[in-house]
């Protein structure tokens, strides 16, 4: 699919220092190309190889040599790009800081971790960069882009935007399997890249806890549950995962979600194509190949059930401006709280065929909110209830009005 999705964050790059950061795949480079242009553009490779393009264009003996190069074009009140500068000496870093404020100076990493300890209370660097965070494609700026004749049923997959060359109009599930099965190693793949970028090791633990997640367990009490009958811990306790799922959530791979009305969350992966995969993966094992469409389709209309949920809510909360929660008694898809926890909305997703009696549940298990109420589904289904039914035309008219 040929698809250009204008960034919001691309708009934060002010007339001053910035630093873009993210795990792997968000699009950082994808922005500063096309979206900043820049005097001269400087590539770290993973192997320490520095490549230069602008004025000049060539590889680089050393980061002092470029360092040098920088400064000068720096002082000179133009524009510098430094992408993957998380790979270069801290002290070269230092050396063309010392130019502050001169010039424009962007720098993009993909590591979190090893940005914020540049970044930490004892860094030269500090107070000399703006701060941009790259995640997945915000909601309002994909559905903005998207064509009328892309469906939504897309959205949650196309917001990594490493999958747009891949995906393409069609029937939404054999869509999907046939992404999963042209890119059944890239996913992997980039798990791996990420670890390697943070200095980590993927070990079985952490194998686990993606494939815990991956199969629905959604809290940590439960991933701890599954790795200890594996073996993979010593203790069925929270306690012995938590230290992995805040690195996974530092690294960009997952995030929480808190369970309404309590000092617990659940974990969910930041990219619903991550939901897909893991999910599949549970299911069938995908170094083994996936079946057949036919004995396949009813997970793969599961798991995008499952994205559309996760998608959908998680957008909304967004446009609302609120805190996205959740709930198991009763299960409500999502509720959206202000600063001070007071609901402003309450969501459940039907992506499926919308019946009266999932309406009247909907309904029944929702009396008690005292704010609006929605229901968000593929067909547009007028009731008369002080509950709103979105379509997919009308949630794309929210998310992008």
Known sequence: MDLIIGRTEASFIKEKWTLLYGRRKTGKTYILNRFFGSDLYVLVAREGTIWVQGDIQRKMASPDEMADVVREYLLKGKKVIIDEFQRLPSDTMEWISS?????QLVISGSSMGVVKRILGPRSPLLGKFSFIKLSTIEPSDLIREMPQDVPLDLAPYLSDPWTIPFLEKGKILEEMRKMLSGTSYTVPALIGEIFHEEDRILSEIYQGILASIGAGRARAIDIASLL????????????????????LKDMGIVESVGIYGKKREVVRFVSQMMTFYYYMESKYGLERGLPSYSESRENLSRVHSICMEHYLVKAYARKLEGYLGYSFDPEIDGIVVNRKGNPIAVIEVKWTDLGKRDIDNFIEKTDGFDCPRYILTKKEVPIDDDVTVHGEGSIRSFLKG
Do not use: D
């Not at 130019?99 to 010039?103: E, K, L, M």
């Not at 200890?228 to 690195?247: C, F, R, T």
């Open 228 to 247: 200890y009958s594996k073996g993979l811990i010593k203790q069925e306790s929270a306690s012995q995962v938590s230290p992995y799922l805040n690195a």
């Open 99 to 103: 130019v502050h404020p001169s010039g």
